[in-house]
């Protein structure tokens, strides 16, 4: 009887350590696999000489990150709130950094940098400034140029089109958008000739139908003596949005000043897309969401999902026992939006109760 009795109290100091193993386990899982914005693949160099500083070639790797990354997930008129935030203050918001391929190249040494914010801290940050950032997607949009000749009153968009040459010519690292822009077809260059007079009315259906793509810009370049007219219909994600800029005593046959000028429009354009993928970081929807202990696959996909689910917050076990884990996360957006997020991912909630349960 009393050798039952030993015999039980084992098997339940057996599962107590078990879950115990398996609580550290998951922990240690979501706390490496944590939310973060990552900056890979940036390359910094330095002259290597007698002042040579390594502190001072992490510190500008550092610097160039968060450039980089609020490039990539904030708007113009809100980079500029932050660009010049103290490098003390960027080095608190860096979870890890990584220093690969060395190398020292005619007195210049050369490193490239995978820098990795935390995710949490730098949107606690960012709210601190008043700024929703966006969720860095790319996106691939169909271009189509039309350069009208003021002068010439003539029209194209593939032969004597500037813009149409030059267009993916420059890209910065941070850019979201990818242009594919139309090929020369004598069919399109027939359509523009003929709705030439009405060529702002026009909307390219035809052209656009031919590339399988719903999400396109039209960019309109009114050239007059160097005065720049641009109007541009930008639609993705079924948002449309007109914009009209002008620019003044652009020299376009200036291979300085063109490349500027298509800087400028890509800029308006990323803008866009940044809108639509604002995240609202002031709602914050705090969930709590139950796993059977014994599934263990389903338990690792949840935490996957969770660390690749942009509006995610945070998330973390609040409590555990030998049948249950329970998690508690903070959403940034509405439930219906996350059960769609999860169901699209192959997993079910049963939300019956006030704690939800992964079926």
């Known amino acids: ?35 973060s914005f990552k ?55 860096i979870d890890s950094f990584t220093m690969s391929d060395e190398k020292f190249i005619d007195d210049m040494y050369i490193v490239n940098f995978d820098v990795n914010f935390n995710k949490k801290k730098t949107l606690k940050f960012f709210e601190s ?40 010519l420059n890209e910065e690292r941070f850019f979201l958008l990818n242009y594919i822009l139309p090929t020369e077809d004598i069919e399109d260059i027939n359509l523009l000739q003929e709705n030439s007079q009405s060529i702002e009315e026009y909307n390219f259906e035809k052209t656009i139908e031919k590339y399988d793509l719903k999400d396109f810009i039209i960019v309109i370049i009114y050239n007059n003596y160097n005065d720049l007219k641009i109007l541009s219909k ?42 639509i993928n604002k995240i609202n ?33 945070s998330y973390e076990i609040a409590k555990f026992d030998k049948d249950t884990i329970y998690y508690k996360l903070i959403y940034n957006g509405a439930p219906n939006k996350f059960l769609d997020d999860l169901e699209s991912r192959g997993i079910k909630i049963n939300i019956e109760n006030k704690n939800w349960k992964i079926e």
């Open 1 to 35: 009887m009393r050798f039952k009795k030993k015999l039980n109290n084992l098997n339940k100091l057996y599962i107590f350590f078990f879950y115990f193993v398996l609580f550290i386990n998951i922990n240690s899982i979501s706390k490496a696999s944590a939310n």
């Open 39 to 93: 900056i890979n693949d940036l390359e910094i160099s330095e002259p290597f000489g007698v002042k040579f500083n390594k502190e001072k070639v992490i510190n500008r790797a550092f610097k160039d990150a968060f450039i980089e990354l609020i490039s990539m997930i904030t708007t113009s008129s809100d980079q500029k709130k932050i660009k010049k935030t103290p490098i003390n203050t960027v080095k608190t918001l």
């Open 129 to 168: 400034k008043n700024i929703f950032p966006s969720i860095p997607r790319k996106k691939t949009v169909l271009l189509m140029p039309v350069f009208v000749d003021m002068q010439s009153n003539q029209i194209s968009i593939f032969n004597d089109n500037i813009f149409y040459d030059n267009w993916n």
């Open 234 to 275: 930008i639609k993705i994600n079924n948002n449309l949005k007109i914009d009209n800029q002008t620019f003044k005593k652009i020299n376009i046959s200036d291979e300085k000043s063109l490349n500027e000028t298509i800087i400028k429009l890509k800029n308006t354009y990323e803008n866009h897309w940044k809108d």
């Open 281 to 313: 970081t002031s709602l914050k929807l705090t969930l709590n969401i139950s796993i059977k202990s014994a599934e263990y696959d389903k338990i690792l996909k949840f935490e996957n999902i969770m660390d690749d689910l942009d509006l995610v917050f």
